[in-house]
């Protein structure tokens, strides 16, 4: 397992305890037919570093999509806040279709790095965080990696009607990747918790924990939806959708801290804008 953080120095790479500043771009690694072998193969060249207080996030030319109603409390929370729109059914029959809800969140200025602001829409009255597993998808398709994601999301707006979506979870800084890009030679378990913890005047509002197992479609499956029809030639990162949904009173407020867990890449802390 290798840990990779972007600082503004370049790439430091956490290999067996060893800390290394290799000359090596993100894109260098989402292009590779075997990013683990090219990232090792820098090591040898590289500078002892220790590991940065505050990394950028993980990303440098990469799209990031996500997927929806992946968990079935997803797909209950979404038939709650649509249902006066009439489009509630919609969640229940993408759950259980073959054709997963993949959708564009966010290029990457669009995307806050670990410490970095999030924002919560103004025209927005009803605003969570959805703390993802989030694969890394190389050009050619192969999930080689993962990290956190938060996608950001204004409910009120989606519930409204689906085909405002796009206007709920993509604007500047609805999303934030980190604190580390993982290569693994294979994804989180099942078991694997992911945890979100919501600080607000130093007070915590809001707790919830899921497990990547709730999960209902294959990551790889995920992967390749997204990659049909479909060219990536810098790679991607996917969201693979949330389990945890705050309850139907709670909304974001500036300055609440988001703190979303998934071992072994840590802990994504944010605020609010």
């Not at 009439?86 to 993408?94: A, E, K, L, P």
């Not at 389990?243 to 979303?260: M, Y």
């Amino acid at each position: 397992m290798l840990r990779l953080f972007a600082t503004p120095e370049g790439l430091v790479v956490e290999d067996a305890g060893r800390t290394t500043t290799v000359n090596l771009g993100l894109d260098e690694v989402f292009r590779s037919d075997s990013p683990a072998a090219t990232v090792r193969a820098a090591l040898a060249t590289g500078r002892p570093a220790t590991l940065p207080a505050t990394p950028l996030a993980p990303i440098q030319s990469q799209e990031v999509w996500a997927a929806g109603v992946t968990y079935l409390r997803s797909k209950s929370a979404r038939m709650a806040e649509s249902k006066d729109a009439g489009g509630g059914s919609f969640y229940d029959r993408v759950y259980e279709a073959d054709r997963p809800e993949i959708f564009f969140k966010a290029t990457p200025h669009r995307v806050a790095g670990p410490g970095g602001l999030v924002r919560i829409r103004a025209d927005g009255k009803w605003n969570v965080p959805e703390p993802e597993l989030t694969l890394a998808i190389n050009a050619a398709g192969r999930i080689f990696g993962f990290t956190i994601g938060n996608d950001m999301s204004s409910r009120d707006i989606e519930g409204e009607n689906p085909l405002y979506l796009p206007q709920a979870k993509v604007y500047d800084r609805s999303a934030a990747l980190g604190p580390c890009l993982v290569i693994a030679d294979e994804p989180p378990g099942p078991a694997t918790a992911i945890a979100l913890s919501i600080q607000r005047d130093g007070a915590a509002v809001f707790r919830g924990e899921t497990s990547v197992g709730r999960i209902k479609r294959p990551l790889a499956s995920l992967a390749d939806w997204l990659f049909r029809e479909n060219a990536f030639p810098q790679g991607a990162y996917l969201m693979t959708g949330t389990g945890i949904v705050p309850p139907d009173d709670f909304t974001l407020r500036s300055g609440d801290e988001i703190r979303i867990r998934i071992d072994p890449v840590g802990e994504l802390v944010n605020r609010v804008a």
